[in-house]
T-cell receptor
């Protein structure tokens, strides 16, 4: 089955700096890659997603890049703010009706 | 759009008791998923429905777990004879069936604590 790895497990950055979180997956058939943000005690919230026919997608301060050949994708957050502090999960989905497999998460702390 | 709602938010019960959770998906979504999340981990898939049909069950879902979605709208997840290891956050998500992969939207979850 699909295996998703995520690094780093914890990340601490100064406010205004950039943060990068990287994920790898094992199943080359996977074709949908969402990223979720989860604040303490709250639901996972979709922040950005990318499909396998796209190499990069950007939404304001958040961007995701995908390398299907190498089977890895990354989340980039620029100009970090304290409210970006949360746990971020990468995820992988094979087909439109398939379950989503989550990575183990990255705890991001943005220091004011 | 009221989002995915789950009830109750918290459940505390003694080991051996049965518990039932409810999930109401976003109204136009016909796919519904159940996940379990323990502290410090990502959500783990348990099962999912398309309309009223249960299409996949994880090996994590022992015989003590059962899920239903009788009319293709809300769903229930029942755990019988609860054990300490069942303590977790149980998350429900829903998605539509548009062209291609559709994002899953999560509820706030039900936190289960087994005494």
């Amino acid at each position: 089955g699909e295996n998703v790895e995520q690094h780093p497990s914890t990340l601490s950055v100064q406010e205004g700096d950039s943060a990068v979180i990287k994920c790898t997956y094992s199943d080359s058939a996977s074709n949908y890659f969402p990223w979720y943000k989860q604040e303490l005690g709250k639901r996972p919230q979709l922040i950005i997603d990318i499909r396998s026919n796209v190499g990069e997608k950007k939404d304001q301060r958040i961007a995701v890049t995908l390398n299907k050949t190498a089977k890895h994708f990354s989340l980039h957050i620029t100009e970090t703010q304290p409210e970006d502090s949360a746990v971020y999960f990468c995820a992988v989905q094979e087909t439109s009706y398939d379950k989503v497999i989550f990575g183990p998460g990255t705890s991001l702390s943005v220091i004011p | 759009d009221t989002g995915v709602s789950q009830d109750p938010r918290h459940k505390i019960t003694k080991r051996g008791q049965n518990v039932t959770f409810r999930c109401d998906p976003i109204s136009e979504h016909n796919r519904l998923y159940w996940y379990r999340q323990t502290l410090g981990q990502g959500p783990e898939f348990l099962t999912y429905f398309q309309n009223e049909a249960q299409l996949e069950k994880s090996r994590l879902l022992s015989d003590r777990f059962s899920a239903e979605r009788p009319k293709g709208s809300f769903s229930t997840l029942e755990i019988q004879r609860t054990e300490q290891g069942d303590s977790a956050m149980y998350l429900c998500a829903s998605s539509s069936t548009g062209a291609g992969n559709q994002p899953q939207h999560f509820g706030d979850g039900t936190r289960l604590s087994i005494l």
